[in-house]
């Protein structure tokens, strides 16, 4: 079965950086475009980024643009995400989704992780 694991949140002062991973199995990786998404105490899920298949090509949201960066190992079948200049706004439960195979914008999320939390706060 599809899985995606997320781990490397935790509890970071604002200006701090975090790196989270996100493991996946169960699929051709290497066949997918991959995003990251977050959700905020009560608001509603929000686009953070996506990357191509091949890694080849990034697209972020206004909100994280020039701070975060995404990335992939297709070799070790992982997701990053670089978090810099974290701010108290950047505090959510961070998730990564595997886009459906068509179309990838709007985002066509099919499958997710459980989330990991980042809070930022000093």
Not at 5 to 28: D, H, I, K, M, N
Not at 54 to 69: I, N, Q
Not at 104 to 120: A, E, L, N, S
Request: contains cysteine.
């Amino acid at each position: 079965e599809v899985q995606l694991v997320e781990s490397g949140g935790g509890l970071v002062q604002p200006g701090g950086s975090l790196r989270l991973s996100c493991a996946a199995s169960g699929f051709t990786f290497k066949d997918y475009v991959m995003h990251w998404v977050r959700q905020a105490p009560g608001k509603g899920r929000e686009w953070v980024s996506r990357i191509d298949a091949g890694g080849t090509g990034t697209h972020y949201a206004d909100s994280v643009e020039g701070r975060f960066t995404i990335s992939r190992d297709n070799a070790k079948n992982t997701l990053y995400l670089q978090m810099n200049s974290l701010t108290t706004e950047d505090t959510a439960l961070y998730y990564c989704a595997r886009n459906s195979y068509g179309v990838i914008w709007p985002p066509q999320y099919d499958y997710w992780g459980q989330g990991t939390q980042v809070t930022v706060s000093s």
